[in-house]
C-alpha cells in the first residue's frame, strides 16, 4: 500500500522493498517524534507493474464532490429501495488514513452488507489545505433539501442517513 501511495501522493514510482522501507520509516517516525528518519528508495516501480500493486482500489457505487452533495444524495436516493440504509463516507484521496480506511470499509459493504445497504463515498476537498481551511462548507452542519449531517471535523469519517425514504 505505501507503494502505491508513494506514486499516488509524492510522485515515487518505487517497488514493493522501498513501499516496505519507507512505511517502517513514517512508523518509526511517529513513535519517535523529532527524530530524523532516513531510508533510501532503492527500486523502480516499473518492475511490479503486472502485480497488481499500482492498482487503484475497488470503486465505491456511488462517489461526489462536496460541493455536488446534495443534488447526488437527491438523485442517489430516488435509485434505491425506500427502505435500504444509506451511508456516506467522507473522506480524501490525499489523505493517508482515507486511503488505509477506503479498502476495509469497500469490503465491509462488498461483503457482509452486500445489496443490504448504499454507499456514497464524499470527496471533502481536493487538497489539504482545501480541507483544513475553517470556512470549509462541510465544518459546519449542512442542512440541504437532501441533506442533514452535523460538522464534519476529521476524515475519513462514516456516518448514517437513514433509509433512502427518510
Known sequence: ???RQLAIQEGIFA???????????????AEEPGSIVVCIVCDRG??????????????VRYSCYFKNLDNTLSHHRKALPRDMPMFILFTA?????????????????ATELRSDASLLRC???????EWKDPQHPLRSDLRGEHTKVTA?????????????SS
Open 1 to 3: 500500500e505505501t507503494a
Open 15 to 29: 517497488g514493493m522493498s522501498s513501499g516496505g522501507a519507507v512505511s517502517a520509516s513514517l512508523r518509526i517516525a
Open 46 to 59: 516499473d518492475r511490479y507493474l503486472s502485480t497488481g500493486i499500482f492498482d487503484p482500489p475497488p470503486p
Open 93 to 109: 484521496p490525499w489523505c493517508p488514513d482515507c486511503v488505509s480506511a477506503l479498502p476495509v470499509i469497500n469490503d465491509i459493504f
Open 123 to 129: 470527496i471533502v476537498g481536493k487538497t489539504r489545505e
Open 152 to 164: 464534519i471535523t476529521a476524515i475519513p469519517t462514516l456516518v448514517f442517513l437513514g433509509t433512502a
